[in-house]
């Protein structure tokens, strides 16, 4: 999951093109005031969308026992009651704020090295240019997000009274036992083929809806962003989605059952269930897009109105 701030605070997702790249990242109490309403955002967009999330991970790991949205909620609510929704949910939580630090620290840096190109004639960013940075955000949180991912599906996989795990700590003691630091790895260069080419796509969907709402409605409105984001979440998904199937399939499996990675699975599920297969779950992850970012964006409002208000020296 990718965060933004919103448009009249400097927008994160395109860092307000005619500023300058640098001066944003020099200004540490900037950066503290941005970490802390993203993080908040985050996990507020965490907490919406988190439901929605396991119903994908069960839909693309079980997809001859979980056929379809609705009937994944209902067998998950009348087996497990309603917290079986929230499954793993420690992970993403606990990793929102730094994962949000780097993502908008790398997505700084990108977007640094088109800035200083162009500062002299005070000009914005291409589209393009926005996308590679984005992209580079994307690259930049893979050492974070693996584990806690990794994590996060084997835990949303529980099902029944036999649990193998009995949380977040216990689970990250057992994968470390079982083949260490390498099995809180697994689905890494699926990953990576995920968030790089997502990462793009966020961004540069959130800077050009941005755009063509402001052209159009140029009064500051806190809809804006919200639409923006929503966009941006759809957007991410289009592209994320195959590479996301694989690599919830990867990191619920033990170290030894897909040997090489994605040469090993992919060629399976094409053969045994077809190309559909890899946007299994695309239904609730596209429900969960909107709410989530309204919700961040919601959040990081009401995080920044209040660090303003009552921090007003960050």
């Known amino acids: 999951m990718k965060w933004t701030m919103s448009e009249n605070q400097s927008n994160i997702s395109s860092m307000n093109p005619e500023e300058d790249g640098k001066k944003i990242l020099t200004k540490n109490h900037q950066l503290i005031k941005y970490l802390i309403a993203g993080g908040f955002g985050g996990i507020c967009a965490t907490l919406c969308g988190h439901p929605l999330d396991t119903l994908k991970v069960r839909m693309q790991a079980k997809p001859m026992e979980y056929t379809n949205a609705w009937s ?35 997505f700084g840096l990108g977007k640094n090295f ?31 997000s693996v584990p806690g991912e990794r994590i996060k599906c084997l835990l949303q996989m529980q099902t029944g009274k036999m649990k193998k795990y009995s949380g977040f700590v216990d689970c990250a003691i057992k994968l470390y036992r079982k ?53 941006a979440g759809m957007a991410n998904w289009i592209v994320a989605m195959p590479a996301d ?20 699975l992919l060629p399976i599920i094409l053969r045994e ?24 964006f919601l959040g990081i409002e009401i995080a920044m109105k209040f660090i303003e208000f009552y921090i007003p020296w960050l």
């Open 72 to 106: 994944t909620l209902t067998k998950i609510i009348h087996t497990e009651g309603p917290t079986g929704l929230y499954k793993g949910v420690m992970p993403p939580l606990l990793g929102v704020i730094p994962m949000f630090g780097l993502s908008f620290l790398s």
């Open 114 to 144: 088109f800035t200083n190109s162009i500062q002299k004639n005070d000009a914005e960013l291409k589209p393009y240019q926005i996308i590679l940075a984005g992209m580079f955000s994307g690259l930049a949180t893979i050492p974070l």
């Open 179 to 231: 083949g260490g630091i390498k099995n809180f790895y697994v689905g890494t260069c699926v990953t990576i083929l995920r968030d790089v080419p997502a990462g793009g796509a966020y961004f540069g969907a959130y800077d050009l809806t941005m755009k063509y709402i402001s052209y159009h409605y140029a009064e500051t409105m806190m809809w804006k962003p919200i639409i923006a984001g929503g966009f």
């Open 245 to 264: 199937v694989l690599k919830s399939r990867l990191q619920i499996s033990s170290m030894d059952k897909y040997p090489h990675g994605i040469r090993s």
């Open 273 to 296: 269930e077809g190309a559909r297969t890899l946007y299994r779950g695309v239904i609730p992850i596209m429900m969960r897009a909107i709410p989530a970012n309204a919700s961040c």
